[in-house]
Structure formats: structure tokens, C-alpha cells
């Protein structure tokens, strides 16, 4: 805005005036909510974390300085080839996005979030099996099974899906 001054009066001579235009991240929003109507039907975090980061018009900038983290770490936590996600982040995230926690997790981060080690010893125990037996069918060292159990070595997901290959649920366990 340029102004002119005459007999010490001021008034502007011209007033810029234009559409700020869209930013080009809600388009994308618009568009993906559209293809994921129901948050239920989506089955990684990745896609779940920016349904409802969409939903509640935030910026990853934003959703990463409330979780405490870079805004790079988490444009990766809504990258699909991620398969673990720190559970006190994520606890932040689901504080600011105001949905339970649960509702952000896939199978494999659900399971670890409710505990890896004893849904490992029920399962083991509900087939009446070993440690060293368990051991055996994923090839993997008896003493990393006790470090699973008792929570002391994460999971890996490749390692969860080879279980759950190999011991599929049945009803009611």
C-alpha cells in the first residue's frame, strides 16, 4: 500500500488486494479423506496418523512440536514403509489429535502396545509349547524368546508376522 501525503492528510492511493491461495498439503488432505472415509477401514499407522492429523487441520510442523520431535521424524511416521513407532510419541500425538491412542495403531504396534511379552507366553502356553520349542520354529536362539517375553528386546515386525503366520489365532484366543 503506497500513501500520499497532502495538507498533512494521509490516504492511500492504491490497496493491494488478492486471494491468499489454498496451500497445496489441504488439496492433498481433501483427497485423502475422501478415499478414507472411515479411519476403521485403514489398516497402517502411517495413513491413520494423517487421517487425523487431516481431519483436525494441522500442519506435520505443527503435530511435531506438540509431540516434541523434528518436523523430518515425523513427516517419516506418515511414511508407510515405517514399521515401529515410539509409543510415547505417539501417546503426545493422539493427546493433540484427540483420539485414544489405539485408534493410531496397526496390528504389530497394538500388540506391542499392549505387551509384547505376555501375548507372546499366552500364545506359547495356549499351543503347549516351550521357550526352546518356540525358539526352534522361528530360528531364532531360545534366550531371545525369555528377552521377547520379558519385554527386555522388542519384536521385529517381520518376526511378529512370521509368528502369527505360524501360529495363526484361533476364536477366542
Not at 492433498?28 to 478414507?36: R, T, Y
Not at 521424524?73 to 513407532?85: G, I, Q
Not at 531364532?140 to 503366520?165: D, P
Amino acid at each position: 500500500m503506497i500513501i500520499a501525503y497532502r495538507d498533512n492528510i494521509c490516504a492511500p492511493l492504491y490497496i493491494h488486494s488478492f486471494c491468499f491461495l489454498r496451500p497445496h498439503s489441504l488439496t492433498e488432505a481433501e483427497k485423502f479423506n475422501i478415499l478414507n472415509p472411515d479411519p476403521d477401514l485403514i489398516t497402517n499407522t502411517a495413513d491413520k496418523l494423517r487421517y487425523y492429523r487431516y481431519k483436525k487441520h494441522l500442519f506435520q510442523f505443527a503435530v511435531a512440536d506438540y509431540a516434541g520431535i523434528d518436523r523430518t521424524t515425523y513427516s517419516n511416521y506418515e511414511e508407510k514403509n515405517r514399521d515401529y513407532y515410539p509409543l510415547d510419541k505417539l501417546c503426545k500425538i493422539a493427546e493433540l489429535l484427540e483420539v485414544d491412542v489405539t485408534c493410531l495403531l496397526d496390528e504389530y504396534n497394538l500388540f506391542l502396545f499392549n505387551g509384547q511379552g505376555n501375548q507372546l507366553k499366552a500364545l506359547r502356553k495356549s499351543r503347549k509349547i516351550t521357550q526352546r520349542d518356540f525358539a526352534k520354529c522361528l530360528d531364532v536362539h531360545h534366550g531371545t524368546v525369555k528377552k521377547w517375553e520379558a519385554e527386555r528386546v522388542r519384536l521385529l515386525k517381520s518376526t511378529y508376522e512370521k509368528i502369527f503366520k505360524n501360529f495363526p489365532i484361533q476364536n477366542g484366543q
